[in-house]
């Protein structure tokens, strides 16, 4: 079983910046591919990045290209997504997602089999 916690979400203003972290559990993560998703209110949880198991691929939503950058640190267990130039329309419960195969860094939420709670992100403009 895999445990993700997400940290990092709260208020900022439009044009600033949040680093989110997701910690996970377990003694594999470094093969684990992992994502982030983020979902606004009434709309459908969208995919927001990914990063392959040794970091060295990652793959962005066309709306965050540019302004952010998925990373991880192994040795911490910890997944980052560093967000700048956040805009109003970034407001969501932004989560962390973990496919354990490690091979998959894309969209579709289904290949994702484990998921954090969530953390709240709020960009006032």
């Known amino acids: 079983q895999v445990q993700l916690v997400e940290s990092g979400g709260g208020l900022v203003q439009a044009g600033g910046s949040l680093r989110l972290s997701c910690a996970a559990s377990g003694r594999t993560f470094s093969s684990y591919a992992m994502g982030w998703f983020r979902q606004a209110p009434g709309k459908e949880r969208e995919f927001v990045a990914a990063i392959s198991w040794s970091g060295g691929n990652t793959y962005y939503a066309d709306s965050v290209k540019g302004r952010f950058t998925i990373s991880r640190d192994n040795a911490k267990n910890t997944v980052y997504l560093q967000m700048n130039s956040l805009k109003p329309e970034d407001t969501a419960v932004y989560y962390c997602?973990?496919?354990?195969?490690?091979?998959?860094?894309?969209?579709?939420?289904?290949?994702?089999?484990?998921w954090g709670q969530g953390t709240q992100v709020t960009v006032s403009s």
């Open positions: 997602a973990a496919d354990p195969l490690g091979y998959y860094i894309g969209p579709n939420d289904l290949m994702y089999d484990y």
